[in-house]
């Protein structure tokens, strides 16, 4: 298991559950918004997460798996592109997982991701995830049916999966790999807005779908998947946080400031040279001309 233990937060999805989906905060108090340049605190956080890469890839001891959900327009992928642009792309993969092709059908619903997991020295980012297999399936059973899965569109077989992505996470913890999980929590209004953007400003446009609003027309019951979700998988060792979505500067700093504080807990260090290694530099560096 790695040195990684979530600690307290106010925005963590305690581990015994009773967490509250509709009494989450979707934005903080106007006092907390104004009190910090969050943009600003942004770029410093961001400068330490690029340190902490480096040494998170040279040490090379665990992987970071960072796992996004939100509703469409919850700003995932702009808080992916402000959070991660200090860190040495070669050592940072994004997946977005999308519909599930012909080949990942014929496997068990977390076969797809495995693929995709970082090694260790290495940050993995999953834009929606094995997650979408007990929100979206379970708000569209159909689904299920399209998987050729054995399993019934029942309460049962949702409480499995719960129970085997808890058993899956528990397996890469204790194999290094620390996990953290965020789910970007915008309300209603604010997809609303951000829906309107997207229509309005051509430069914008090509991200809106109109089946969009058939999955709005279904909010309810995703609060509902989303509630269960979060109270049976949050753990020390791959918690959930709910961040409040409506202000991306403020939802962004948050996301970075529990990715450095996560990768600060591991004790990285850079590899020490010594032995018949040290001296093989040292003769390198007089044959570099070094006096």
């Given at each position: 298991?790695?040195?990684?233990?979530?600690?307290?937060?106010?925005?963590?999805?305690?581990?015994?559950?009773?967490?509250?989906?509709?009494?989450?905060?979707?934005?903080?108090?106007?006092?907390?918004?104004?009190?910090?340049?969050?943009?600003?605190?942004?770029?410093?956080?961001?400068?330490?997460?690029?340190?902490?890469?480096?040494?998170?890839?040279?040490?090379?001891?665990?992987?970071?798996?960072?796992?996004?959900?939100?509703?469409?327009?919850?700003?995932?992928?702009?808080?992916?592109?402000?959070?991660?642009?200090?860190?040495?792309?070669?050592?940072?993969?994004?997946?977005?997982?999308?519909?599930?092709?012909?080949?990942?059908?014929?496997?068990?619903?977390?076969?797809?991701?495995?693929?995709?997991?970082?090694?260790?020295?290495?940050?993995?980012?999953?834009?929606?995830?094995?997650?979408?297999?007990?929100?979206?399936?379970?708000?569209?059973?159909?689904?299920?049916?399209?998987?050729?899965?054995?399993?019934?569109?029942?309460?049962?077989?949702?409480?499995?999966?719960?129970?085997?992505?808890?058993?899956?996470?528990?397996?890469?913890?204790?194999?290094g790999t620390v996990i953290l999980k965020f789910w970007l929590n915008v309300s209603k209004?604010?997809?609303?807005?951000?829906?309107?953007?997207?229509?309005?400003?051509?430069?914008?446009?090509?991200?809106?779908?109109?089946?969009?609003?058939?999955?709005?027309?279904?909010?309810?019951?995703?609060?509902?998947?989303?509630?269960?979700?979060?109270?049976?998988?949050?753990?020390?060792?791959?918690?959930?946080?709910?961040?409040?979505?409506?202000?991306?500067?403020?939802?962004?700093?948050?996301?970075?400031?529990?990715?450095?504080?996560?990768?600060?807990?591991?004790?990285?260090?850079?590899?020490?040279?010594?032995?018949?290694?040290?001296?093989?530099?040292?003769?390198?560096?007089?044959?570099?001309?070094?006096?």
């Amino acid at each position: 298991m790695t040195p990684f233990n979530a600690q307290p937060h106010p925005y963590l999805v305690p581990f015994k559950g009773g967490f509250r989906v509709d009494k989450a905060p979707t934005s903080p108090d106007k006092k907390t918004l104004k009190s910090i340049d969050w943009r600003d605190n942004l770029e410093k956080k961001k400068e330490r997460i690029g340190r902490l890469q480096h040494q998170l890839f040279a040490d090379n001891r665990y992987a970071l798996l960072i796992v996004f959900q939100a509703m469409d327009a919850g700003g995932k992928d702009s808080t992916i592109r402000h959070v991660l642009t200090g860190v040495n792309p070669t050592g940072v993969r994004v997946t977005s997982f999308k519909k599930p092709s012909a080949l990942e059908l014929q496997h068990d619903f977390l076969w797809r991701s495995v693929a995709h997991l970082p090694a260790r020295g290495e940050i993995g980012v999953f834009n929606r995830s094995y997650y979408e297999e007990v929100l979206v399936v379970r708000v569209r059973p159909e689904l299920l049916a399209a998987q050729r899965s054995p399993e019934p569109a029942a309460e049962s077989t949702w409480l499995d999966r719960l129970h085997r992505i808890n058993d899956h996470e528990r397996h890469l913890a204790a194999s290094g790999t620390v996990i953290l999980k965020f789910w970007l929590n915008v309300s209603k209004e604010e997809q609303r807005r951000r829906f309107l953007k997207r229509i309005e400003r051509p430069n914008k446009r090509w991200k809106f779908r109109a089946a969009d609003l058939n999955e709005r027309e279904l909010w309810d019951d995703y609060m509902d998947c989303y509630d269960a979700c979060l109270n049976a998988t949050s753990k020390p060792w791959a918690p959930w946080y709910a961040i409040p979505a409506d202000d991306k500067p403020f939802m962004r700093w948050q996301v970075a400031d529990l990715i450095a504080g996560a990768l600060g807990q591991l004790g990285l260090a850079f590899p020490v040279v010594s032995g018949e290694a040290e001296a093989e530099l040292e003769a390198a560096a007089r044959a570099l001309g070094r006096p």
